[in-house]
Every structure is written in C-alpha cells, then in structure tokens.
C-alpha cells in the first residue's frame, strides 16, 4: 500500500525549531520530487518548498527563504522539513507531496499540525 506519513508537528513557541519528518512506504522516493505544503485556517494550501528527485536541488517560497530547509534520505525513504525561527504566521497543516518525475503520479500525506504560539 501507497503511503506518505507526517510526523513531527506540535506546539513551538516563536524563535524556535522543529523538524518535521515524512516517511513513505510501498514506493521509493528515488525518482520523486518531494514538496512541503502547509495550509492555514481559512487559507488555500500553499508550497513551502521542493526538493528534485536528482541532484536534490531545493526551492523554497519567499516567506521561509533561509529559515527552512529539506533534505532527503533515499535509504531511508523519509524526507524531512527543517523549520527554524518559526513565526506565528508558519502555524498550519504542513503536508508532505511526492510527484513521479517522469509521469507526474503524486501521492500526498495526511498531514502534520504545525503550531507557532506563546
């Protein structure tokens, strides 16, 4: 069975960290882009950050650039989502996509909760 699980999501104060981890199961990630989205209340789902299938280049929206980074662990079949100075703004349902790179399949997880509160 086809599966992206999220972990890692909780309640952060702001200025602080949290890794968030998304593990696949009946596929590899070796030929897939992964992606980082998040939705907040009330807000469309919106990109995070990409990270290629080769070369594991990332790309991250504006408002994460240099606080959050992905990285990949093919042997493992996780890929994680490091968030640093987290803002309120960051609070959200943080999701985990995988996209085939040479047929475009995607596969999504149910998501994490991601809150950034005193």
């Known amino acids: 069975q086809v599966q992206l699980v999220e972990s890692g999501g909780g309640l952060v104060q702001p200025g602080g960290s949290r890794r968030l981890s998304c593990a696949a199961s009946?596929?590899?990630?070796?030929?897939?882009?992964m992606s980082w989205y998040r939705q907040a209340p009330g807000k469309e789902r919106e990109l995070v950050g990409i990270?290629?299938?080769?070369?594991?280049?990332?790309i991250f929206a504006d408002s994460v650039k240099g606080r959050f980074t992905i990285s990949r662990d093919n042997v493992n079949n996780t890929v994680y989502l490091q968030m640093n100075m987290l803002k309120p703004e960051d609070t959200g349902q943080y999701f985990c996509k995988a996209q085939r790179d040479y047929d475009g399949i995607v596969y999504w997880g149910q998501g994490t909760q991601v809150t950034v509160s005193t």
């Open positions: 990270i290629r299938s080769v070369g594991s280049a990332t």
């Open positions: 009946g596929f590899t990630l070796n030929n897939y882009h």
